[in-house]
């Protein structure tokens, strides 16, 4: 049995925390703040530091540091937790963003409760260029809307989770489906928040791309797959031609673009069930283009589309108008760009332009 130290100022997650790590079968010491979160770990060495970030009297950021900065405690394994994403949240072992996925959360503690190795406590932070006040209110502000949102949008999926467990453990079909339906929506107001924060951060030119080499076809073969996985009642195919390089990518994000092009396919395929991904090349450039066959976009909406808030159709129900915007941005962040092309009741091709760099 390991010791746990969770840090966390919202009462309810607090307790859903610390009921899921001990049905592990850990033990666990609770604190409110950062404050009595490290007089705690002084008192008595846990085996791993759950901690929010956004917390009184210390943040987890600050706690980490304290932590970091005591030879009994600077190898204590850290999971971090914020709605937003801390400047040097690096520093920690783990870092999950809010809302927490409950399946995510147990294996993240129990990785983090098998690490011993030795923490490194002089790796030094990537250097900033200095911001001005302007932009360090409005960062600052969109930390306090991401955690005041994504707080108890986070310990509602993780009771909903512990709910339909419980359910499913009971086989009361009707509440199933009851505790699904909440759990879909939870996810459905987490994107809201989600996009309307990236959109935020990438007008501000804060967000930045994690760029690896990239094998691609097996990329998008992949995803094609999830996707035809998650819609068995669409016809998704691929083209992908002659082999490609591997291209400096940052995987997730080009995933939130293809996605966001992939999810508008199949919402607005209409009685056409069929969606084509494919891939060409030009000198310099890949191309990836999503088609669907569905009902098209007007041409009054077409030069549009990436605008923020912006939709194509008058039904508000289906989206925030902030995908296909997301999605362009990411793809200029890429060094590329995003097009579309669409006649009314005949469907619709979007297309990403990627640099090729040799």
């Known amino acids: 049995m390991s010791l ?4 966390e100022d919202e009462e309810a997650l607090l307790e859903v925390f610390s009921e899921v790590v001990e ?3 850990h033990r666990v010491i ?3 703040n950062g404050e009595e979160a490290l007089l705690l770990a002084r008192t008595e060495t846990p085996d791993l530091v759950v901690s ?3 917390m009184p009297r210390r943040t987890g950021m600050q706690l980490l540091h304290a932590m970091r900065s005591e030879p009994t405690l600077s190898d204590v394994p850290f999971l971090l937790l914020s709605a937003a994403r801390p400047q040097g949240r690096e520093a920690a072992q783990t870092f999950l963003a809010k809302p927490v996925d409950l399946t995510t959360f147990e294996q993240a503690v129990n990785s983090a409760l098998q690490y011993r190795a030795a923490t490194r406590t002089d790796a030094a932070l990537a250097a900033r260029e200095p911001a001005s006040s302007v932009s360090l209110a409005r960062e600052e502000m969109l930390n306090w809307v991401a955690h005041e949102l994504k707080t108890p949008l986070s310990s509602a999926r993780l009771n909903t989770q512990l709910l339909l467990r419980k359910v499913q453990k009971r086989g009361i079909e009707d509440e199933r489906r009851s505790a699904e339906a909440v759990l879909r929506q939870l996810d459905r107001m987490n994107g809201l928040v989600t996009s309307i924060l990236d959109a935020s951060r990438l007008a501000d030119g804060k967000l930045e791309l994690k760029l690896q080499p990239t094998a691609l ?4 073969e992949e995803l094609v797959q999830e996707w035809r996985d998650l819609q068995p009642d669409m016809d998704f195919s691929l083209h992908t031609g002659e082999p490609v390089e591997p291209l400096m990518l ?5 995933r939130q673009v293809l996605n966001n092009l992939l999810s508008n396919a199949v919402k607005y395929s209409g009685t056409s069930h069929h969606i084509e991904m494919g891939v060409t090349l030009n000198p310099g450039l890949v191309l990836i283009h999503v088609r669907d066959w569905g009902v098209g976009i007007p041409a009054s909406a077409l030069p549009h589309v990436f605008d923020r808030f912006q939709r194509a159709d008058e039904d508000r129900g289906r989206g925030h108008g902030l995908g296909l915007f997301i999605a362009a941005a990411l793809a200029k962040l890429h060094g590329g760009s995003l097009s579309a092309r669409s006649n009314l009741g005949e469907g619709s091709t979007f297309t990403l332009r990627l640099p090729r760099r040799n």
Do not use: N, P
Not at 4 to 7: K, S, T
Not at 217 to 220: A, M, V, Y
């Open 30 to 32: 609770r604190a409110h």
């Open 250 to 254: 940052d995987a997730e994000r080009l």
């Open 4 to 7: 746990v130290l969770i840090a």
């Open 217 to 220: 076809t097996t990329f998008l």
């Open 23 to 25: 049905d592990l079968g």
């Open 52 to 54: 929010d970030h956004m």
